[in-house]
């Protein structure tokens, strides 16, 4: 089955950077398109990053245009997300998800926390 593993996850100061990292089994990896949402206490899931696996085309979201950036390895089945310019409000569980299509994820990680402090 789809398994997906986080890691990467920490707590930084405003401006700081992290590395988000995604381990993918289970299943071949560019059959799916795969992306990052997270989630704050209190708020809504949001959708992050995603990309098509089989030709690399990425989509962001407006808060985070600029500053996150998502990659992938192919040979390794890994997705990464490299977190820049941190702001407080980036702070939430950060989840990995794969999908049939850009951002209709139906499979997701356990999540990894990310706290940005000033």
């Known amino acids: 089955q789809v398994q997906l593993v986080e890691s990467g996850g920490g707590s930084v100061q405003v401006g700081g950077s992290l590395r988000l990292s995604c381990a993918a089994s289970?299943?071949?990896?560019?059959?799916?398109?795969m992306g990052w949402f997270r989630q704050a206490p209190g708020k809504e899931r949001e959708g992050v990053a995603a990309?098509?696996?089989?030709?690399?085309?990425?989509a962001y979201a407006d808060s985070v245009k600029g500053r996150f950036t998502i990659s992938q390895d192919n040979a390794k089945n890994t997705l990464y997300l490299q977190m820049n310019s941190l702001r407080p409000e980036d702070t939430a569980m950060y989840y990995c998800?794969?999908?049939?299509?850009?951002w209709g994820f139906g499979y997701g990680g356990q999540g990894t926390q990310v706290t940005v402090s000033s």
């Open positions: 289970g299943y071949t990896y560019s059959s799916y398109c």
């Open positions: 990309i098509y696996t089989g030709g690399g085309s990425t």
């Open positions: 998800a794969a999908g049939g299509s850009m």
